[in-house]
């Protein structure tokens, strides 16, 4: 494609925040920052009188900035006006007052932040610990809004921006300073890697199909996993290699596509390496539905049908930097959903690498073909301690539970409620739904073994999503993600509000470390 972004080189488009994250330095500040912005939060009292709320910051200092910046006029919603005190400058911000999690304020306040300032002449940016929340984590949403996806602008737009950029110190000076916080040196390099990983798996989220197709998701994958360095092995299986692994669910959603699927595995050695955790992304860089075809409108969004092999891609660049303490397998199905005169007809029937026949009735409901033969392949394959699967799967679990969080769901309540767990303590938020077993028969199929979708009208259809992968996971630990809300555009707290948010990078990394084996 002559005019396409086929042969832009990916590295060139990696967002400039990735290059200022490598650069930043967090000091640990007692005192104001001569010169620097200092970003705190505001405790507004009944007396509608303001309180600065950073317990390390000396009481005189607070009550001056508190009272400055309630002579501006400023009402204590929102993010206050610049104020410039005794050769300091000061911007207050209102937490969101929602129920959530740390994290997640942590990272929103960070966001609003950052875009209150990002467009002044900031020297050294200070951030001043509030009482129930990490400097690390403000610094994260900081992250989130210094990201932008300037490659696919045009050439003299990009070049501007890029210019603009570095004229203004990539929007934010590399020198910052947190006022309170105790955190460590290990938690400083998370922070980093994590931001750096989220900004990278947001690029691939964002990019278009043209650009990130299945061939090329492999080559970064590759990359990736070779700059990672020893300890990370990369295999990039092709359309070849999944007709002699017997995958042919997974081959029966790129049938339409003139582009090849890739089966992208990467491990990661841990610290004991005989046991293995697998994370499975679905990855379809392009979901047109193929024969059984999308409506017109909205199908441009279908580029974020592969969120779930990208956040898989950005937890493995964080655990090859982190060592995990069980091997762990990063496998993504990346293809294409088209129509075509070759594609998949509704009502073919299909064999699994597991041996099952399906029968296909829509061809729209193709993630769990690719994940059926993905989490058989990971099952036989490394017979792992916890099978963890994230995909778009289901535009139904936007009904279920909108886009403020995910669904999870599992053949093994304490698996599921580890995960609940992690979701809780990185602020990626996740809400069960049940396998009922009663929809169990839902898709058992007449002409074949399954069908991939469900019998009778039973409108439960990521419940239905989930109960067709479980067919595919033996007897594993498994846990099924449906991030088809909180992928892109997300409403939830802390995560970036349009484009790719990056969901599940922080939950799958958390849950690899955190496993107990
Ligand atoms: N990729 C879609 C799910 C999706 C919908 C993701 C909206 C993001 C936003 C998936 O492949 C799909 O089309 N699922 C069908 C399943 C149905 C045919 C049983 C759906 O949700 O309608
Ligand atoms: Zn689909
Ligand atoms: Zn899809």
Redesign the pocket.
Known sequence: MKFGFQREPWRDLIPEVVGWIEKTTMNKATDVVQGGHHIAAVVVGDDEQFEVDCPAMAEGVRKKVAKAIAATGWKGAGVSPCVHLDGANFVLIAPVKIKTTAQQKGRQLGQDAAKAVKDLRVEHLVICKPKDLCPLKIYEGVCHTLYAAVGFKGKKVADKAKEGAKAKAGALPEKLSAIGGDFSAAEWTKAKEMSKAVAFTRLLQDAPANWLDPVRFGEIAAEVSKDAGAGVRCKIGTKQDLVTLGMGSFLSVSEGSEIEPRLITIEIDGVDNSRTVALIG?G?TF?A?GI?L?PGAGME??K??M?GGAAVLGAAMVLSKIKPPTRVVCIIGASE?MPSGKATKPGDVVVAMNGKTIEVQ?T?????LVLADLLHYAAVTYSPVLMVDI????????MALGSAGAAVMSNDQKTAEFLLKMANDTGEPLWQLPLWPELEKETKGETADLN???KSNVKA?SI??GMFLKEFVGDRHWAHLDV??T??NSKATGFPSSGGAAYGVRLMVEACLMIEV
């Open positions: 679905k379809l979901d539905g059984s999308k969004e279908m974020y049908d969120s959903n829509n729209d409901a193709e993630g769990r995909a778009t799967l289901t535009g139904a679990v936007l991939n979708i469900a259809g239905i999503g088809a809300g992928a892109y």
